[in-house]
């Protein structure tokens, strides 16, 4: 802003160095800083108006750029310090733990007065000594950002965009109070040694079967006058066993060790048994349970085509016409031709030519509805309840199949609805490939006297993005593999107007377009057939219901089983709208032959290809 304005600046300042500053400050300072951002964005906001005044929109948007920058780097410190934090507990945790171990004393229980833990509850003030059981709060509803409405100021619509995402990442992290395990918890009868047993029902603990029955009649009433079906499972109550820090196990090694060290030492046990040393590893190995994914769910295939919302879920249309479909509307006379009539019969006097005129009949049309792309996983209770990583894994594993399923199903749409052409090209793959490409924009450009200017997009198998540069270094063109990339590749296309797109799914029919199971022995070789697609930009677009349902099914039979299902599905369908497109069946040779100067590569021989 000019530095002759008298008013204070939009947002407060930030210090360079965050380190002087205490918790509650730099938290007070991205507070100020979200609320000023959200008031401008705001054109309700009282106070709106003042603030900004007749500041100029290019000092008000950076300003905005300038604060809200600052307050990211405020959360990303505030973020280090959280991190510190927990480092320090756990290491403090784990010299007491193996301490305790060495004394064979019980390790002292954590701080049973309070744990801060990150919550999005705002901080409050704090009484001076925590209660015996704190419930914690319900977490604070986040408001929606703010809609701009339409015909606002040029003010308003211009920083919408500029500071509306940074609002919420401004938002300083909050920490509230939360009791700490089993803190305040009354031994409960029943409970076996170091357990204590709670039964709750609504969050609320019950002390008495009469509050049991209460809990009962309360649910049952809820659901008076609403089917609720005979296979639905209503909780009312859980009974939960409570278990003190000494008593649990599953993390670390040590921590484990030490656990059970304590309770089956020598002063716990009537009758130790004498342990000999031996040779070797006794110790069971220690099991990780995170298990890794490598497949992955992208789209290309779907990213390529524009997306449209079916909220009827299809829609009717006509496909466009070719020129060929007008023969007959267009003519010439001459001023000769004019001028005859005929001069005998019926007809004498009549002019001896006509304009002939093209009858346009309604065209048929086409409907196209989405479909519905579905997963379903059964996963056994216990499995889920002991195994959690292993559970994450198989689903983001089937997440990537299914996102195969839906590709493969993309293009084998887009290779139907296209024409089938082959192409035997001369030279290495480089060569040919981009020669059938060229041609078959020359080809379509000339057959519907398209602009110069269409765009077009060419689908190609992902594994060329490797055989195009193993074909420029055979034949010695290029000298280093970085030189021909998939970059290179859709730069030298985009010169002429093509985007690439390299699907990575395969195609139904014909040579395989995807790598199999590696065997021993040869490692496989590239396929000498590639199967491509070529349109125009538009041709295929993408029915969308906008909508992925995601859900949990339990019923009778899966009860019986110990079972449970999940389930996703997406309503989905590629539709053709174009004027052409060609699905090619090219024959490479990664030889990397090229073009060489004083030297003719032979053209095939015309009568074999007519």
Known sequence: ?????????????????????????????????AQVAATIADPNADGRAELIGETPLADVLAAADAALSSAERIAEHLGALDEQEAEQAAALESLSTRAAALTSEPAPEADAEVEEVEAAEPEGDEPDEAPAEVEQPEAEQVEEPVAIAAGGSELVAAIADAIRQGTAAAAPRRRARVPARNEG??????????????????GEPLESREQLAQAVSERLNGFVGRPVSSDERITVARLSTEYPEDRHIGGGREATEAVLSRVFSRDNLAAPQALTAAGGICAPPVPLYDVETFAVDDRPVAAALPSFNAERGGVTYRLPSTMGLMTGANGVMTADEDAEFITSGDDEGMPANVKSCLRIECPDLVTAEVEAIYQCLTIGNFGARTWPEDVAHNVDLAAAEWARLAERRFVDVIKTASTAVTDAGDGGAWLSLVATILKARAGMISRHRLSEAQRFRVLLPSWLGEALPMDGIRGGTIGNIADLTRQTVAASLERYGVSVSWYKDGVTGGTAQLFGAQSTGAITEFPTSVQWAFFPEGSFFVLDNGTLDLGLVRDSVLNSTNDYQLFMEAFLKVAYRGIESLWVTSTVCYSGQVQQAGEIIACADPAATT
Not at 4 to 27: C, G, I, Q
């Open 1 to 33: 802003m000019p530095t002759d304005d008298p008013r204070p600046p939009l947002f407060p300042e930030v210090p360079d160095d965050l380190t002087a500053l205490s918790r509650a400050d730099l938290e007070a300072l991205a507070g100020q800083i």
């Open 185 to 202: 918890r009354e031994r409960r009868q029943g409970g076996g040694p170091g357990q204590s047993l709670s039964l709750v029902a609504s």
